[in-house]
């Protein structure tokens, strides 16, 4: 089975997240816990933001051992150098580089014709060369650029000593069998591509940051990049989590596997919600309060028979205890005697249809019923003595 090698850039695309700051001691945090994931290349930040920003990548660089550390640069000198100084004492040091090549950012951004696009990343490659053995190229909005210039950037990047070409959805514009088209042209295309890794960056603005990756991959992506609860610039990045257990959950489909510790999601999608401040939405793939949690009577029934009548997946994969039946006005006879019997109670048929019939009464006045609630309409309501 083909490895999928995971790019974790939590620290930088997710802390460009309207609103998230990480201090030193947080992305050290974050990076440490990302190590335990087993991440294989994580991205520290962007040295040349700030000072701040430069001293945190360096102390990231200097606490991983285990995993690839990234800083990113514009294709600028001074921005190379930045990282070089950022990346001091790591084990395993890479530099990221990118430059827009889309008509609109060449246009209106750069101002730039194609030539001196191709030129200016050309110099920065080679520059980068200098530093480093390891350096991956993003033609920035490679989504909406032409392909067939996009072919030309990416074997102008591997001639310049590019290891790895990523191609950013930056927009999220992509869909997945367009998204997908373009890694097979240019593998089909560019001469000396077996000689690079090629990376998928997507962003959700549609929606489709996982699935765009995921057609990434079936079309000969070798790297997909994203960040834990897909946190990131505007709606955010491809989720790792989401990629990670669709590649695990469908394995023969995808023929593809990554050496992510599946145990430690749970815990890092945590640390991540609670140093970022960004809230997981309870229904969110994966990590979600609601991701493993069943509330209407037959899924309940259901679950109760065969877990994988309705899990296709099961929570202590990715580090979390159990399933949650949660009791709501939608909930059965048969989850409703489990938790009687949880709560330690032991009744008659009678006594659980008297207590049944005023549970659902309870469940149509209140969103969730609690266990103190379903304690209180037994022992109040003398229900048993
Ligand atoms: O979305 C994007 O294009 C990026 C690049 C810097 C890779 O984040
Ligand atoms: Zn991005």
């Not at 990629?243 to 394995?251: G, H, I």
Request: with cysteine; net charge negative.
């Amino acid at each position: 089975m083909r490895k999928i090698y995971i790019f974790d850039t939590t620290l930088r695309d997710g802390e460009q997240s309207p609103g998230v700051n990480l201090n030193t001691q947080e992305k050290v945090e974050i990076a440490l816990q990302l190590e335990k994931l087993n991440v294989d290349r994580m991205e520290a930040g962007f040295p040349a933001a700030s000072p701040g920003d430069l001293a945190a990548v360096n102390a990231v660089a200097k606490a991983v051992r285990n995993a690839t550390v990234i800083g990113l640069a514009r294709s600028r000198e001074q921005d190379i150098d930045a990282v070089r100084q950022a990346l001091i004492g790591a084990q395993d040091p890479c530099l990221h580089l990118f430059l827009a090549t889309s008509p609109i950012h060449r246009k209106h951004k750069l101002r730039m014709e194609k030539q001196q696009v191709l030129e200016t990343a050309e110099a920065a490659i080679k520059y980068a060369k200098k530093y480093f053995s390891k350096v991956e190229f993003s033609p920035e909005d490679a989504g909406r650029t032409e392909l067939d210039f996009l072919c030309e950037v990416v074997a102008m990047a591997i001639r310049a000593g590019a290891t790895v070409v990523n191609i950013p959805d930056t927009v999220g514009y992509m869909n997945p069998s367009e998204f997908g088209n373009i890694f097979k042209v240019l593998r089909e295309n560019v001469p000396g591509i077996e000689k690079i890794q090629l990376s998928a960056h997507c962003h959700d603005d549609l929606g489709m940051a996982t699935a765009n990756a995921l057609a990434a991959v079936l079309n000969g992506a070798d790297q997909i990049e994203g960040t834990i609860n897909g946190i990131g610039e505007r709606a955010g990045n491809t989720s790792l989590e989401e990629v990670v257990m669709a590649l695990e959950t469908r394995k023969e489909f995808f023929q593809a596997k990554t050496d992510i510790v599946l145990s430690e999601i749970y815990r890092t999608s945590r640390l991540v919600s609670k140093l970022t401040g960004m809230v997981v939405p309870g229904n969110k793939a994966i990590v979600g309060a609601n991701a493993f949690a069943h509330e209407s009577g037959i899924h309940q029934d259901g679950m109760l028979k065969e877990k994988t009548t309705y899990e296709i997946m099961s929570p202590e994969t990715i580090g979390l205890k159990d399933s949650k039946l949660v009791l709501g006005k939608h909930s059965g006879r048969h989850a409703f005697r489990e938790k009687l019997i949880d709560l330690g109670y032991t009744l008659n048929d009678d006594q659980v249809n008297a207590a049944f019939a005023k549970f659902k009464d309870l469940a149509d006045k209140k969103k969730d019923v609690s266990d103190e609630d379903i304690r209180a309409l037994i022992e109040e309501k003398l229900i048993v003595t």
